[in-house]
């Protein structure tokens, strides 16, 4: 008995390969999805990523520096100070 393959549409890497799709080669797993490309495990990978992302922003100088700015300008405007 052939095993039944992922039902996800990929592209290949390269030149050609946003041209050219084909069958996932990986067999199916749950829900006639491989362990990639079912959404279950698409959902968790973005999270984790975005959770990535989130942390990496935190430490990013220029967001760094753009809290800085809101909340010095916040200050001048609670305080009634025109600064420009």
């Keep these: 008995m052939k095993k039944e393959k ?4 990929v ?3 390269g030149h050609w390969g946003s ?3 084909h069958r996932c080669s990986f067999n199916a797993k749950r829900d006639g999805y491989c ?3 079912h959404p279950d ?4 990978r973005n999270k984790k990523s975005d959770e990535a992302f989130k942390k ?3 430490r990013d100088p220029l967001m760094i520096s753009r809290k800085r700015i809101k909340y010095l300008e916040e200050l001048l405007k609670k305080h009634n100070i025109e600064f420009f």
Excluded: L, S, V
């Design 35 to 37: 362990g990639i490309h």
């Design 41 to 44: 495990a698409i959902e968790k």
């Design 19 to 21: 041209f050219h799709q």
């Design 6 to 9: 992922c039902k996800e549409m």
């Design 11 to 13: 592209r290949e890497e």
């Design 56 to 58: 990496r922003m935190e």
